[in-house]
């Protein structure tokens, strides 16, 4: 936050800390290699490095003011070596084993834009009508660098990714500021305590797994008359919903059309749909639409235009809202179109993994991961220690795959998906492979493959531990105490 001295400042997202810009994350502050967000006005003018503008903010990079940084400068090239005017450039953070795109410029009509960055290492990607390339660039190091689209979508590389050092930003605080903070923090926690003493502690698993809103789920359970559907309903939820979730949601999600077909397309905000579409659509639009797929479809290609402006805030629209406003992001509009064709009683979802639409069924391939284990690693676990990416119109959109705790019986791992061949579209994937060393460098196999329709690709998964070095093997809980044997029972130590 902006400051009435020009200086910015920060705070805790949560929690309560004596003084300003002190929060749990100043260490990993310091070792950052981007911060950006977005400010009100596209006309923004103040002082720090533009990112984006938009059609209604200006996105803003503040690295400055966290990290040590540096500039580098980018030109972009054709392959027959022209300025490649108006390219896409993705600066990539290596997290959870990907090549996470943090920021995104366009370049001018010479091909050039620039970035201010911690003192690390980015992958930088750019991309245009299809063709990329990319490079990886060290901040602090690098003052100026060269990437030409045309890059071969073939062929294995390793390197070495390194972050910032970090450093100690720590801010003084007195005693008596860290008493008076400890002694807020305390009767917040009694206050916490007190409204959770009033939440149900037997009874139904929805009951209870809604916590503070349990009133409004035991309402929908109690005053449903097929409560085995109530019950369908509710297992649609996950447990955040189950504590957000409204008595209008859930009786439009109850009326829904059967078989009912759940809540949510993705991740967007939940609203209701089926009633909306059950009333909004009068006889004339009801004629047009019809109620097959195809029908809906070419009703949805004709009277709903799609904005594709890259500076739009991603935010999804509700389904309600495409309808009355008859136009819409590509995101929402996958999200309107499966919606109405759920309200109509047709099947429809999107892919959680690759992100298309249901009715978009593609060829598919298999790919094989062979893997040798190393000394730290038996089993490679998806975000930790790899990834996997399609290549469409030159750039990589991550398959999603669940991320649930692959111990608990969730989640996806080698193991247990890769080894014996997982069914992908057919296409261009790029799979990224590390473990983090207890440096804090990673270092990073980048491997292109390509699946093809009804054959079986096999590649090998690298997790690279070069000699000499440390990987990170596991983690534990740093503020847990150890426990002295007293009387014959285990209690903390002082």
């Given at each position: 936050?902006?400051?009435?001295?020009?200086?910015?400042?920060?705070?805790?997202?949560?929690?309560?800390?004596?003084?300003?810009?002190?929060?749990w994350?100043?260490?990993?502050?310091?070792?950052?290699?981007?911060?950006?967000?977005?400010?009100?006005g596209?006309?923004?003018?103040?002082?720090?490095?533009?990112?984006?503008?938009?059609?209604?903010?200006?996105?803003?990079?503040?690295?400055?003011n966290?990290?040590?940084?540096?500039?580098v400068d980018?030109?972009?090239?054709?392959?027959?070596?022209?300025?490649?005017?108006?390219?896409?450039?993705?600066?990539?953070?290596?997290?959870y084993a990907?090549?996470?795109?943090?920021?995104?410029?366009?370049?001018?009509?010479?091909?050039?834009?620039?970035?201010?960055?911690?003192l690390?290492?980015?992958?930088?990607?750019?991309?245009?009508?299809?063709?990329?390339?990319?490079?990886?660039?060290s901040?602090?190091?690098?003052?100026?660098?060269?990437?030409?689209?045309?890059?071969?979508?073939?062929?294995?590389?390793?390197?070495?990714?390194?972050?910032?050092?970090?450093?100690d930003?720590?801010?003084?605080?007195?005693?008596?500021?860290r008493?008076?903070?400890?002694?807020?923090?305390?009767?917040?926690?009694?206050?916490?305590?007190?409204?959770?003493?009033?939440?149900?502690?037997?009874?139904d698993?929805?009951?209870l797994?809604?916590?503070?809103?349990?009133?409004?789920?035991?309402?929908?359970?109690?005053?449903?008359?097929?409560?085995?559907?109530?019950?369908?309903?509710?297992?649609?939820?996950?447990?955040?919903?189950?504590?957000?979730?409204t008595?209008?949601?859930?009786?439009?999600?109850?009326?829904?059309?059967?078989?009912?077909?759940?809540?949510?397309?993705?991740?967007e905000?939940?609203?209701?749909?089926?009633?909306?579409?059950?009333?909004?659509?009068?006889p004339?639009?009801?004629a047009?639409?019809?109620?097959?797929?195809?029908?809906?479809?070419?009703?949805?290609?004709s009277?709903?235009?799609?904005?594709?402006?890259?500076?739009?805030?991603?935010?999804?629209?509700?389904?309600?809202?495409?309808?009355?406003?008859?136009?819409?992001?590509?995101?929402?509009?996958?999200?309107?179109?499966?919606?109405?064709?759920?309200?109509?009683?047709?099947?429809?979802?999107?892919?959680?993994?690759?992100?298309?639409?249901?009715?978009?069924?593609?060829?598919?391939?298999?790919?094989?991961?062979?893997?040798?284990?190393?000394?730290?690693?038996?089993?490679?676990?998806?975000?930790?220690?790899?990834?996997?990416s399609?290549l469409?119109?030159?750039?990589?959109?991550?398959m999603s795959?669940?991320?649930?705790?692959?111990?608990?019986?969730?989640g996806?791992?080698?193991?247990?998906?890769?080894?014996?061949?997982?069914?992908?579209?057919?296409?261009?994937?790029?799979?990224?492979?590390?473990?983090?060393l207890?440096?804090?460098?990673?270092?990073?196999?980048?491997?292109?493959?390509?699946v093809?329709?009804?054959?079986?690709?096999?590649?090998?998964?690298?997790?690279?531990?070069?000699?000499?070095?440390?990987?990170?093997?596991?983690?534990?809980?740093?503020?847990?105490?150890?426990?002295?044997?007293d009387?014959g029972?285990?209690?903390?130590?002082?």
């Open positions: 936050m902006p400051g009435s001295d020009g200086r910015w400042w920060f705070l805790g997202a949560c929690e309560p800390e004596p003084v300003l810009n002190l929060g994350f100043n260490a990993p502050d310091s070792r950052a290699m981007l911060m950006h967000t977005r400010v009100f596209r006309r923004y003018d103040g002082p720090e490095e533009v990112v984006l503008p938009g059609p209604n903010y200006t996105e803003v990079n503040l690295i400055d966290y990290a040590e940084t540096a500039r980018f030109t972009v090239l054709l392959a027959d070596g022209s300025p490649a005017s108006g390219a896409r450039v993705d600066f990539c953070i290596y997290n990907e090549f996470y795109p943090a920021v995104t410029k366009y370049t001018d009509a010479a091909g050039h834009t620039f970035l201010s960055s911690g690390g290492d980015l992958m930088v990607w750019a991309s245009l009508d299809g063709a990329f390339g990319y490079s990886k660039v901040f602090g190091t690098d003052s100026d660098v060269v990437i030409t689209l045309g890059a071969p979508a073939s062929g294995v590389e390793q390197l070495m990714i390194t972050p910032p050092a970090g450093a930003n720590m801010p003084p605080v007195s005693a008596e500021q008493a008076l903070n400890d002694a807020r923090f305390a009767r917040e926690d009694s206050l916490r305590h007190a409204y959770e003493a009033t939440f149900p502690s037997s009874g698993e929805f009951v797994r809604s916590r503070g809103n349990w009133e409004v789920i035991r309402g929908f359970l109690d005053g449903a008359s097929d409560r085995s559907h109530a019950i369908e309903v509710l297992s649609s939820l996950s447990g955040k919903d189950l504590r957000d979730i008595p209008e949601l859930l009786a439009d999600a109850y009326d829904a059309p059967r078989p009912y077909r759940g809540f949510r397309v993705e991740d905000f939940l609203s209701p749909f089926y009633g909306f579409f059950a009333s909004a659509i009068g004339e639009d009801d047009a639409i019809g109620h097959s797929e195809d029908s809906v479809l070419a009703w949805i290609s009277h709903v235009s799609v904005d594709n402006d890259p500076a739009a805030w991603r935010i999804p629209m509700s389904p309600a809202g495409v309808w009355k406003c008859r136009v819409a992001d590509p995101r929402s509009l996958d999200i309107f179109t499966v919606a109405i064709l759920r309200a109509r009683g047709l099947e429809a979802y999107k892919d959680p993994v690759t992100g298309k639409l249901g009715h978009e069924a593609a060829p598919k391939g298999f790919l094989k991961l062979s893997y040798e284990p190393c000394r730290s690693v038996a089993n490679p676990r998806y975000y930790s220690h790899f990834t996997l399609r469409e119109n030159g750039r990589p959109h991550l795959f669940d991320e649930g705790e692959v111990d608990m019986g969730g996806v791992d080698w193991l247990h998906t890769f080894r014996d061949g997982c069914a992908l579209e057919e296409g261009t994937y790029l799979l990224v492979s590390g473990n983090r207890s440096s804090g460098a990673v270092p990073v196999t980048m491997r292109f493959v390509e093809r329709a009804g054959e079986t690709t096999v590649v090998p998964l690298v997790i690279d531990e070069p000699a000499g070095t440390v990987p990170v093997i596991g983690s534990f809980d740093s503020e847990q105490r150890f426990l002295a044997y009387g029972l285990w209690r903390p130590c002082p």
